[in-house]
C-alpha cells in the first residue's frame, strides 16, 4: 500500500509545477494549462485525503468532490479556449503582456 506522503508529495510538486507555469509564463495557453496542473494537484489531494481519511470508505465525500473539480475545470477550459481564441483573432498575438484590452 503506498503511503499518503507519497500523494502529497505528488501533489504538491504538480501544484507548484501548474503555479510556476500559470505566473510565470507569458503564453496564454500554457497559462490555462498551468491552472489545470493545480486542479489535477488539488483533486489528488481531494482523493488521497478520502482514502486514507479517518471516515469509512464508503463515504464517497472526497470523489464527489473530485467529481465536481473536474466538472468546473472542463468549464474553465471551455470558456478560456473561447476567450483565448477570440482575443487571437482581434489581437493575432496569445502574449499575455501585449494584451492591453481593458487599458483606457
Not at 495557453?29 to 485525503?49: D, H, K, P, Q, T
Not at 479517518?54 to 464517497?60: C, D, H, L, M
Amino acid at each position: 500500500m503506498v503511503p499518503l506522503t507519497w500523494y502529497l508529495t505528488l501533489a504538491a510538486f504538480m501544484f507548484c509545477s501548474g503555479l510556476y507555469a500559470a505566473l510565470g509564463r507569458r503564453n496564454a495557453i500554457a497559462v490555462l494549462m498551468g491552472i489545470e496542473l493545480m486542479l489535477n494537484a488539488a483533486n489528488i489531494n481531494l482523493i488521497a485525503f478520502w482514502r486514507y481519511g479517518v471516515t469509512p470508505v464508503e463515504n464517497v465525500d472526497g470523489q464527489v468532490f473530485a467529481i465536481f473539480v473536474i466538472a468546473v475545470a472542463a468549464a474553465e477550459v471551455a470558456v478560456g479556449l473561447a476567450l483565448i481564441i477570440s482575443v487571437y483573432r482581434n489581437r493575432k498575438t496569445l502574449n499575455l503582456d501585449e494584451l492591453d484590452i481593458l487599458k483606457g
